[in-house]
Nanobody, 127 residues
Framework: QLQLVESGGGLVQPGGSLRLSCAASRFTLDNVAIGWFRQAPGKGLEGVSCLSRTDATVYYKDSVKGRFTISRDNAKNTVYLQMNTLKPEDTAVYFC????????????????????WGQGTQVTVSS
């Protein structure tokens, strides 16, 4: 069974940083588009950042541009989301996802185009 497992969430003060990891098993991430999504309490699932299969194109939600960075390490079969200058409004459950085919990186994030999803990791930004 194909799996994505997130880790790295936790409680952090405003202005702090966290790095989320997403490890894949039973398939390789170097041939899929990848993305990070989040769901805040009482809100819908939204795409935060998505990266094309070749890493040639990337999408970031406007509110995280300049603060978050998506990346992948094919040798470790792991995807990362580096989150800096965190704000209380970043509080959410964060999910990673992988897609075999997407319309575009924006399409993947906005329309939630993904075949595989992780179980999520909680990020809480609070003083």
């Amino acid at each position: 069974q194909l799996q994505l497992v997130e880790s790295g969430g936790g409680l952090v003060q405003p202005g702090g940083s966290l790095r989320l990891s997403c490890a894949a098993s039973r398939f390789t991430l170097d041939n899929v588009a990848i993305g990070w999504f989040r769901q805040a309490p009482g809100k819908g699932l939204e795409g935060v950042s998505c990266l094309s299969r070749t890493d040639a194109t990337v999408y970031y939600k406007d509110s995280v541009k300049g603060r978050f960075t998506i990346s992948r390490d094919n040798a470790k079969n792991t995807v990362y989301l580096q989150m800096n200058t965190l704000k209380p409004e970043d509080t959410a459950v964060y999910f990673c996802a992988a897609a075999l085919s997407i319309s575009s990186v924006q399409g993947m994030c906005v329309n939630r185009e993904a075949n595989y999803w992780g179980q999520g990791t909680q990020v809480t930004v609070s003083s």
